[in-house]
């Protein structure tokens, strides 16, 4: 089974923060994804990288930046956190759909995070 | 502006009855996921649709996709307490890589 592990289950911290959301998978995927998920907006993808040192901002990439120096691991940074990045924030991986077309995306349990 | 809609929002049912859960979808696919979301847990994979006509079935979900109608359904057969939860679909964007946009979900509650 695919594994898709963040580092924290919950965390606080402090507006103005530099805040670090680590995501590691155990597969070998090539893919893998940010997503911050709230209450009535579903899940709104962040960044996504299909490859080390690759990344390509999604909806909603703005106070965000990603890290992918390695294969298996993927960081979310929050550069300056602020009240409004308050939220559920999940990663995801996926096999290339250069093997196979329709690869589903196996995500990670979440991390809660709680900006003061 | 590409929307994923899901009808209804929150459905609350009785056990045994029959219901389905639509996705409506506003751009050209033909790859559509459907997942399943516990309280407090992370999103699981139930079905993937990767042509119009594609049918899924397991256990008491059945999955089915209209490219042409931009549909798909979530349909739920005779309901037990153990499918309540929130459904999702995903509808990819992309040909190269993945791009999933989510709707905004349906939350299932079973009731005995």
């Known amino acids: 089974d695919v594994k898709v592990t963040q580092s924290s289950r919950y965390l606080v911290k402090r507006t103005g923060e530099k805040v670090f959301l680590e995501c590691v998978q155990d597969m070998d995927h090539e893919n893998m994804f940010w997503y911050r998920q709230d209450p009535g907006l579903g899940l709104r993808l962040i960044y996504f990288s299909y490859d080390v040192k690759m990344k390509e901002k999604g909806d909603i990439p703005e106070g965000y930046s990603v890290s992918r120096e390695k294969k298996e691991r993927f960081s979310l940074i929050l550069e300056s956190a602020s009240t409004n990045q308050t939220s559920m924030y999940l990663c995801a991986s996926s096999l290339s759909q250069a093997y196979k077309v329709g690869q589903p995306q196996h995500f990670g349990d979440g991390t809660r995070l709680s900006i003061l | 502006e590409l929307k994923v809609e899901q009808n209804p929002l929150f459905l609350s049912m009785q056990e045994g009855k029959n219901y389905t859960i639509y996705c409506n979808y506003s751009?050209?696919?033909?790859?559509l996921y459907w997942y399943r979301q516990d309280p407090g847990k992370s999103l699981e994979s139930l079905f993937v649709?990767?042509?119009?006509?594609a049918v899924k079935q397991e256990g008491r979900l059945m999955a089915s996709l209209d490219t042409k109608a931009r549909l798909s359904t979530l349909h739920i057969t005779a309901a037990v307490h153990d499918l309540s939860a929130t459904y999702f679909c995903a509808v990819d964007i992309r040909n190269y890589g993945q791009n999933f946009v989510f709707g905004p979900g349906t939350r299932l509650s079973v009731l005995p």
């Open positions: 649709l990767l042509s119009n006509g």
């Open positions: 751009t050209t696919s033909d790859r």
